[in-house]
């Protein structure tokens, strides 16, 4: 069974970095499509970046580099390494996936309910 949690949230301030985490504890096989969104109060989830079972990558483009995704040194463990952080980076950050795909996507899925499964969330506040 699937289960997301994110890890890796916290204070940091201006100019800053953090490192967030996303595990699948269920160790679930096969392909896969991975995604992370953040929600600030008042507005609507948004997609951050995704990675895909081929190491094909994402980002939205507000980004400018400063966020990087990558898979993690143990199975269904991704990472979003966050840096020159902005107070307007502050939100609830969350995983999100999709398994037992037979191929890559091939593109961005930026919207949420192309997502099948979600983590709990972990909140970054950029703050001095």
């Known amino acids: 069974q699937v289960q997301l949690v994110e890890s890796g949230g916290g204070l940091v301030q201006p100019g800053g970095s953090l490192r967030l985490s996303c595990t699948d504890s269920?160790?679930?096989?096969?392909?896969?499509?991975m995604g992370w969104f953040r929600q600030a109060p008042g507005h609507d989830r948004e997609f951050v970046a995704a990675?895909?079972?081929?190491?094909?990558?994402y980002y939205s483009d507000f980004l400018a580099g400063r966020f990087t995704i990558s898979r993690g040194s143990s199975r269904n463990t991704w990472h979003l390494q966050m840096n020159s952080l902005k107070s307007e980076d502050t939100a609830v950050y969350y995983c999100?996936?999709?398994?037992?795909?037979?191929?890559?996507?091939?593109?961005?899925?930026?919207?949420?309910?192309?997502?099948?499964?979600w983590g709990q969330g972990t909140q970054v506040t950029v703050s001095s």
């Open positions: 999100a996936a999709v398994f037992g795909l037979h191929t890559d996507i091939g593109r961005p899925m930026t919207t949420p309910n192309e997502y099948h499964y």
């Open positions: 990675i895909e079972w081929s190491g094909s990558t």
């Open positions: 269920g160790n679930t096989f096969g392909r896969y499509y």
